[in-house]
């Protein structure tokens, strides 16, 4: 999967050593802190949280509140959930697309 940016915009700003996690996105191991979103640990990561439906373009989020499902993704269990809006947890495993999706 190519990276966005080799310099991310995100980078914790909390004082202290939060728990390490690690999860997957698409495969790709995720490094990230207890508490951090999972589309904030993504963009951290400098991943893309998917790509547009129309062109391919690499896809960040738009709103990072919840509001516009950009950051749509889904868990192994294939439950849909907002990357914005979601803890991450150790040893999730996220993809962009559902599993259903061979596309
Ligand atoms: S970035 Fe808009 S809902 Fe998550």
């Not at 966005?4 to 995720?30: C, E, K, N």
């Not at 129309?54 to 950009?70: E, I, K, P, T, V």
């Amino acid at each position: 999967m190519p990276k966005i940016d080799p310099t991310p915009l995100f980078h914790p700003i909390s004082p202290g050593t939060p728990r390490p996690v690690r999860f997957a996105f698409d495969g790709v191991g995720v490094s990230a802190r207890t508490g951090d979103t999972i589309l904030a640990a993504i963009l951290a990561a400098g991943l893309p949280c998917g790509t547009s439906e129309f062109d391919g373009a690499a896809r960040a989020g738009f709103c990072l509140m919840g509001s516009c499902q950009d950051c749509t993704m889904w868990d192994e269990r294939g439950r849909r959930l907002r990357g914005c809006m979601t803890e991450v947890t150790d040893g999730q495993r996220l993809r962009s697309r559902p599993y259903d999706d061979e596309t």
